[in-house]
Structure formats: structure tokens, C-alpha cells
């Protein structure tokens, strides 16, 4: 049996595509997307070869693989999301939310438990988002990541608020999200993206204020 089912599923979790639209694009039918997912049937060679193609993975990868957020996302599988009994120890789990969901922007954290995870090396008990960064997100103009990039963002926290001012955060509630810059504005803490939008920190909000805590991108050789 190969892993073809499992990996349709996986590439619509990342990519935050419905069975229909799965089907739209590759010109097949939702049923059978579900047929493929609950192995009750494989898709012709011609439509495995599509797939492939559209996301850019090798078609020995996507039949005999269990493909990772990583390689789906094009970095390289530094991090693996194998054996969790393996990898505790040393990876953290994080919610990855893809740039589909972000311009979707909707039920962005009520769904957090349900979002596809990413693993990676993280040794504090702080709480962690990562997301895939494309130039429709909202960010200052001074922001200095480029698209293939996954940011990786801590959830701000009371005693760090003094450190923050210069550097960048993110902004996440249910409909809106948006990268800007901390700055202190008379006797408040502002997290700006630019002259037209800021939102003032509220310690009642906290969990909708997140710091900027790491950069994973590719790097072409």
C-alpha cells in the first residue's frame, strides 16, 4: 500500500484546502480525494503526476513517503517530524499556520489545536506560533524577510514587556493578523505596522500579542 492517501490528506492540511477544492485542482471529483485519504482507492498515474508537480515534491516522495510540514513548505527536512518518543527531548511541537490560513483569516485561533505542527528546537516553556510568511501578510516596510520563510513567534509575556520596544511582533485574533514593530507612545506600549494601523497593548488582550523569536528560511546554494 503506498502512503499516497495520507499524503493528499497532509497536503491539504498544510495547504488549508477543502476536498473539493483538492479536486478542483487536478480535476477530479471530492469523492474521489476522499476515496484517496480512507485508501479505498489510488489515483491514476496521470493525477499522482500533477500533484507532484503543482507542490513541487518528487513522485517517489509523495507515493513512498510520509511527507513533513518541512519538505511540503520546501526546507530542507532539518527537522524531523518523526518518532515523537525520539525527537521530546529536543524538538518542541508548534502550531504551523500556512499562508492559505492567513489570508483566509478566519477562525485563526479558535482553530490553533487542529493546525498541522512543525518541530523544532525551542528550550523555554513559553508558548509558540509559527508561521509561513508571504507578502500579503501585513508587515512594516523595514520588515527584512522575504518570501520562502517560516517565522517563528513567543507569546509576549508580562515581565519581558520592557525589552520589547525597537523590535518586531505579531498581532492575532480570530479575523485579523498582522506583523508590526513595538515602539512606546507616551506611557503606552503600541505595536504599529504602519501610520494607518497600531494596535495599543491592553494586559487584559496579552494573548493576542506575540514577540518575534526565530527565523527558519531556506537558503539557495
Known sequence: MTKIGENIKKLRQVKNLTQQS?????????????????????????????????????????????????????????????????????LSKIPFLSREVLQEKKDLKLNMDKYP????????SHTFIALEYNSGLGAPIDFPYEEPTV??????????LHLVEGKFGLYLIEDDVFIGKYRQEENELVLELN??????????????????????KKVYK
Open 22 to 90: 483538492f479536486a478542483d485542482l487536478f480535476e477530479v471529483s471530492r469523492g474521489n480525494i476522499s476515496s484517496y485519504e480512507e485508501k479505498r482507492a489510488e489515483p491514476k498515474i496521470e493525477t499522482i503526476s500533477k500533484i507532484a508537480k503543482y507542490f513541487s515534491i518528487p513522485i517517489g516522495h509523495l507515493i513512498e513517503k510520509n511527507l513533513t510540514v518541512n519538505e511540503i513548505l520546501h526546507f530542507d527536512n532539518y527537522f524531523e517530524e518523526g518518532d515523537p518518543l525520539q525527537n521530546v527531548k529536543n
Open 117 to 124: 505542527s512543525i518541530f523544532f528546537p525551542i528550550y523555554n
Open 195 to 216: 501610520q494607518w494601523k497600531k494596535i495599543n497593548f491592553n494586559i487584559e488582550q496579552i494573548q493576542n500579542f506575540y514577540q518575534l523569536y526565530s527565523v527558519y
Open 151 to 160: 517565522l517563528f513567534f513567543e507569546h509576549l509575556e508580562v515581565e519581558n
